[in-house]
């Protein structure tokens, strides 16, 4: 009994859900078959409180409880195998348990409830931003300290789950590239306030390391003709590392 009630729990939690039911409607109706007679089963136990009697008085049990456990082990490996090519679809969700991948998967019809499951499958991802008139386009990545990234490209989110997944990564991927050749191109000679105001925090980290190491090879280059270059540019260097000190206490520039 307590084997087929868990696994029957398990199960029940599963195909209540329409989309998943949708995709594996022959496991939908061997577990509403099921159901049916799991719950013949819970009703005549609760009919008669006496565990001796409702288990051993009658053949009922005995004979349906065995093809009940039976029938859900074939529920649970069609479900194992639907996971499998899911994550195969989304490598991802190789990294998430089966419990999150079906609460994800039963919500794929709605990003909106899909989103707050990101931060189970991207690192430091809190959710993202919607346009406002169109419910499923995706305008804005956020992170876990709130910071807003646009992507180069919004995009609409639908199909299944794991499909539009792919193109959020996809689109991930797009926006940095972007993001990281215009820093490339546009650093030399910026301010360290005008960096950090114009791009994420990661990506202002790489420019300032672009700044740095086009001085000191620029210093490199010099230091034979010019013997104080190296002093000059480990004075810039510490210049510009007192003006993001500065910057970090500042309230406004909660990305530091």
């Known amino acids: 009994w307590i084997q087929v009630q868990n696994v029957w729990i398990y199960m029940e939690a599963v195909f209540s859900s329409g989309d998943i039911a949708k995709q594996l409607p022959q496991e939908a109706k061997r577990f509403a078959t099921i159901d049916k007679n799991f719950q013949k089963i819970a009703h005549k136990a609760n009919e008669n409180p006496n565990c001796v009697i409702a288990c051993c008085g ?24 639907y996971l499998a090519t899911k994550c195969n679809a989304f490598p991802r969700f190789y990294f998430c348990s089966d419990g999150t991948i079906l609460e994800i998967l039963s919500q794929g019809s709605d990003p909106h409830a899909v989103v707050p499951h990101l931060q189970n499958v991207f690192d430091s991802t809190a959710g993202l931003l919607f346009d406002k008139q169109k419910k499923y386009m995706a305008t804005h990545l956020v992170a876990n300290d709130k910071e807003e990234v646009p992507f180069s490209n919004p995009f609409t989110l639908q199909g299944n789950v794991e499909d539009y997944l792919c193109e959020v990564v996809k689109s991930m991927q797009d ?28 990506i202002c980290i790489m420019g300032l390391q672009f700044q740095w190491t086009t001085e000191v090879e620029d210093s490199l280059k010099k230091a034979r003709q010019d013997k104080t270059a190296m002093a000059t540019s480990k004075k810039k260097s510490m210049a510009t590392l007192n003006e993001l000190i500065g910057l970090t206490v500042q309230d406004r520039w909660n990305k530091l």
Do not use: H, Y
């Open 175 to 202: 926006t940095m590239q972007d993001i990281s050749r215009d820093c490339g191109s546009e650093v030399d000679g910026m301010g360290m306030e005008d960096i950090v105001n114009r791009f994420p925090a990661q």
């Open 58 to 81: 009658n053949d009922l049990m005995k004979g349906l409880l065995p093809q009940l456990a039976e029938q859900l082990e074939l529920c649970q490996k069609s479900l194992t195998g």
